[in-house]
């Protein structure tokens, strides 16, 4: 059985007590002349004592509890704040940066320098906006063009499956013929299952940093960077576009059953579009 708090006060009592009234009878016996009435005082005031020190321990212990989750809730809100930021700092900086302190869009970002830098050519066709599935555009040098859409997510937020479809379905609006999701932390099973099926190829967040360290231009600094300071209207206004994004995009149904995923056009204009296209095309406006 787990000990609580206060069980643990109750034995650091128990075990000064011990300690009090030996040490007192020790100097008692030793010191010839004292007072009978001292033997007695060693007696309660090593109980007072004792308890006094159990109580502050296990109150102290207490705060301590309390104080932790709070600590946590902090860093998460903090986390999560520069994820869903769609500012973009410098290319220094995204380079010295640990990819916990990347938002999505710096991470769109040094995956745009690093794929350079292998060779291809790369369009940024929706870095820190509404990409409707695809992030990034890449053409290596036999002209072959590959839809990249990158998660910057926390370890423990796994991809969905739904992200995978949306990379499928917009991949064709890019006139590109290979799929690349890219994330900082793994896809679901369902989702796997469904990169497979679909021959989505995937990084997982290890895959990345191992790629990433290869190159050698990405050296991460070891301590976190501060986020800056966001006003509270800037952080609702967030939340709302993503609860409206999440809604869009799961609440729609086709009219031959399958989910419709958000979609955009060589126009740039956003559109809703079935996930089994094209074999249906049907599609609702926004």
């Known amino acids: 059985m787990?000990?609580?708090?206060?069980?643990?006060?109750?034995?650091?009592?128990?075990?000064?007590?011990?300690?009090?009234?030996?040490?007192?009878?020790?100097?008692?016996?030793?010191?010839?002349?004292?007072?009978?009435g001292f033997f007695f005082g060693i007696l309660i005031g090593s109980i007072i004592v004792a308890d006094i020190i159990g109580?502050?321990?296990?109150?102290?212990?207490?705060?301590?509890?309390?104080?932790?989750?709070?600590?946590?809730?902090?860093?998460?809100?903090?986390?999560?704040?520069?994820?869903?930021?769609?500012?973009?700092?410098?290319?220094?900086?995204?380079?010295t940066s640990r990819l916990d302190d990347l938002s999505g869009a710096e991470f769109e970002r040094l995956l745009a320098l690093y794929f350079r830098d292998q060779g291809y050519t790369v369009k940024e066709v929706g870095v820190g906006g509404n990409d409707?599935?695809?992030?990034?555009?890449?053409?290596?040098?036999?002209?072959?063009?590959?839809?990249?859409?990158?998660?910057?997510?926390?370890?423990?937020?796994?991809?969905?499956?739904?992200?995978?479809?949306e990379l499928v379905a917009a991949k064709r609006n890019h006139d590109c013929i290979l799929s690349l999701l890219i994330t900082t932390s793994d896809l679901t099973p369902p989702a796997k299952k469904e990169a497979e099926q679909f021959k989505v190829d995937y990084?997982?967040?290890?895959?990345?940093?191992?790629?990433?360290?290869?190159?050698?231009?990405?050296?991460?600094?070891?301590?976190?960077?501060?986020?800056?300071?966001?006003?509270?209207?800037?952080?609702?206004?967030?939340?709302?576009?993503?609860?409206?994004?999440?809604?869009?995009?799961?609440?729609?149904?086709?009219?031959?059953g399958s989910p419709m995923v958000r979609r955009k056009s060589k126009q740039g204009e956003e559109f809703l579009g079935c996930t089994k296209f094209p074999g249906c095309r049907q599609t609702r406006s926004l």
């Not at 787990?2 to 007590?17: F, M, N």
């Not at 994820?83 to 290319?91: E, F, M, N, P, Y």
């Open 55 to 95: 109580a502050i321990w296990t109150r102290k212990r207490r705060t301590e509890k309390k104080q932790k989750p709070k600590t946590s809730i902090k860093k998460a809100a903090q986390t999560n704040i520069r994820r869903t930021s769609k500012g973009c700092r410098t290319d220094e900086i995204i380079l």
């Open 203 to 256: 990084w997982h967040g290890a895959l990345v940093e191992q790629k990433l360290r290869a190159w050698g231009k990405w050296q991460p600094s070891k301590k976190p960077r501060p986020i800056e300071k966001r006003t509270e209207t800037v952080a609702k206004s967030e939340v709302a576009i993503a609860r409206k994004e999440a809604a869009a995009t799961t609440s729609v149904t086709c009219k031959c």
């Open 2 to 36: 787990a000990r609580t708090y206060y069980a643990e006060g109750r034995q650091l009592a128990y075990v000064l007590r011990g300690l009090f009234i030996i040490g007192g009878l020790t100097l008692y016996f030793n010191i010839p002349g004292l007072h009978w």
């Open 132 to 165: 409707g599935g695809v992030d990034l555009v890449i053409v290596d040098g036999r002209g072959e063009k590959t839809a990249v859409q990158a998660k910057c997510y926390a370890d423990h937020n796994l991809v969905p499956v739904m992200t995978v479809r």
